[in-house]
């Protein structure tokens, strides 16, 4: 699986957008970017996945680069529930089960 | 609620003790998967099962035994540990890979 870099933390005031940048230079065609987080002291949550398109759920928006090679979580109204860290995870997405690689994550304060 | 529970939610044991963390998910996934997180460290795999046969043991020490007696339920038997073994050990199981759903974890303090 590629290697992702990911700003160790960020700050953010609540009501506004947050961005979290993840470099992943390294990606290749059949692979796919994932992004998880998790609260202090519970398991990781699954956000979003991505291949190359644009994605939105109801919990964020996902942007990729069109080389792929660096993509954008967005949270579009970050609330103080949304302090955790966030991990940004290329995998590929085919070919039976495979566990998860996290790195160290950018942990997201959220400001009141 | 994520559909994977995971008991017990807190375990304290000595070193010469015995015991085992218990994983069960109610979602039909076929696959489970054990992971580590010590403090201040990213999360470690450990074991990966698929259709409960075992497919990745991630050089894991044998005092750690794992064990999948069907595709719902995952247990991770303890014996010997060290103290550098507590930490936090998650449970997860996904049907789509990549998706993953986590339990709560159990925290382990090895005295």
């Known amino acids: 699986d590629a290697k992702t870099t990911q700003p160790p933390s960020m700050d953010c005031a609540e009501g506004r957008a947050a961005n979290l940048p993840c470099n992943h230079s390294?990606?290749?065609?059949?692979?796919?970017v994932y992004w998880y987080r998790q609260i202090h002291s519970q398991g990781p949550q699954y956000i979003i996945h991505?291949?190359?398109n644009n994605e939105t759920n109801e919990m964020a928006s996902l942007i990729i680069t069109e080389d792929r090679k660096s993509s954008t979580l967005i949270l579009p109204h970050a609330t103080l529930r949304d302090t955790a860290v966030y991990y940004c995870?290329?995998?590929?997405?085919?070919?039976?089960?495979?566990?998860?690689?996290f790195g160290k994550g950018t942990h997201l304060i959220i400001q009141p | 609620e994520t559909g994977v529970t995971q008991t017990p939610r807190h375990l304290v044991m000595g070193m010469t003790n015995k015991k085992s963390l218990k994983c069960e998910q109610h979602?039909?996934?076929?696959?489970m998967y054990w992971y580590k997180q010590s403090a201040k460290k990213p999360l470690e795999l450990m074991f990966v099962?698929?259709?409960?046969?075992?497919?990745e043991n991630n050089s894991v020490p044998s005092r750690f035994s794992p064990e999948c007696p069907n595709s719902s339920h995952l247990f991770l038997h303890l014996h010997t540990l060290q103290p550098e073994d507590s930490a936090l050990y998650l449970c997860?199981?996904?049907?789509?890979?990549?998706?993953?759903?986590f339990g709560p974890g159990t925290r382990l303090t090895v005295l």
């Open positions: 099962y698929n259709f409960k046969e075992q497919t």
């Open positions: 995870i290329v995998r590929a997405r085919g070919g039976g089960a495979d566990g998860l690689t």
């Open positions: 390294t990606i290749s065609g059949n692979e796919y």
């Open positions: 997860a199981s996904s049907q789509a890979p990549g998706r993953q759903f």
């Open positions: 991505g291949l190359k």
């Open positions: 979602l039909g996934h076929n696959a």
